[in-house]
């Protein structure tokens, strides 16, 4: 993968070498399935409800600006069909700015990660599943390794409906917090926000099968190909097990 790096982010914050992000995932691995539940054992769960509502609301904005700064700048539509095409190629002098944008995206995504402490600091254990911890690990080392290796076009499109899904998700949850009455009138929507996170996946992972087209791009292209497709079915996979296993407990 060193004859596959891009100059433009090699010396960015956490970019330049592969140990941050290693000590990150392992770090939050060792702290959500060991110290944090030890740590918990003998303790009542914590509320912590003013800082889920500041931590949604912390979401909702740093998506929403995700998601206009790659609409007003970038081409995340036209990166679609002329997915064969580079970064360079369809944004031109904006490139170097989505790229940015793209490495704004994995330090959200890493923030992301305190989701699940909060889940072991409230003693939710049903909510540290294995779909939970492996999308926000596979999340943040997809996005370092395309970032750094393979910033391919495609990725502004992947982003903006991340961040889009993203948005309606973090005000779900946002609006959940304000009390059990408020909870009951948004429970007929719970299952659609796990079917639109399962259609912009689906969307994603057939999207990035153009690339396994042979006169598709280069060899970059289809490395780039290969992670999102493979990445792509194993998300699905796992929030489709999810989906079926909530509408079983709900009958």
């Not at 970019?15 to 990150?24: A, N």
């Not at 996005?143 to 495609?154: E, G, K, Q």
């Not at 973090?170 to 609006?175: I, T, V």
């Amino acid at each position: 993968m060193a004859n596959f790096t891009d100059a433009r982010t090699m010396k960015w914050l956490l970019l330049s070498s592969p140990i941050p992000i290693i000590f990150i995932s392992l770090a939050y691995l060792y702290v959500v399935y060991f110290t944090g539940p030890q740590f918990m054992k003998d303790r009542k769960p914590y509320s912590l409800k003013r800082f889920i509502q500041c931590y949604n609301l912390f979401q909702i904005v740093a998506n929403f600006w995700i998601v206009f700064n790659i609409m007003t700048d970038g081409r995340p539509f036209t990166a679609v069909w002329r997915y064969c095409e580079s970064l360079d190629q369809i944004c031109g002098r904006n490139s170097e700015k989505q790229l940015e944008i793209i490495w704004w995206t994995l330090l959200l995504k890493i923030i992301d990660l305190i989701e699940t402490i909060i889940f072991v600091l409230r003693k939710k254990d049903r909510q540290v599943s294995f779909l939970h911890t492996y999308h926000h690990i596979s999340t943040v080392v997809y996005l370092w390794a395309t970032l750094r290796h393979s910033a391919h076009s495609f990725l502004m499109t992947i982003i903006a409906l991340n961040s889009s899904v993203h948005v309606i998700m973090y005000s779900y949850y946002c609006l959940s917090t304000f009390g059990s009455n408020m909870q009951r009138r948004l429970l007929p929507f719970k299952k659609w926000i796990t079917l639109i996170q399962m259609a912009h996946i689906a969307f994603i992972t057939v999207g990035s099968s153009q690339g396994f087209i042979l006169s598709c791009g280069n060899t970059s292209v289809k490395y780039f190909s290969v992670a999102t497709f493979l990445n792509g079915i194993v998300n699905l996979s796992l929030f489709f097990n999810f989906y079926n296993s909530y509408k079983k407990s709900k009958a």
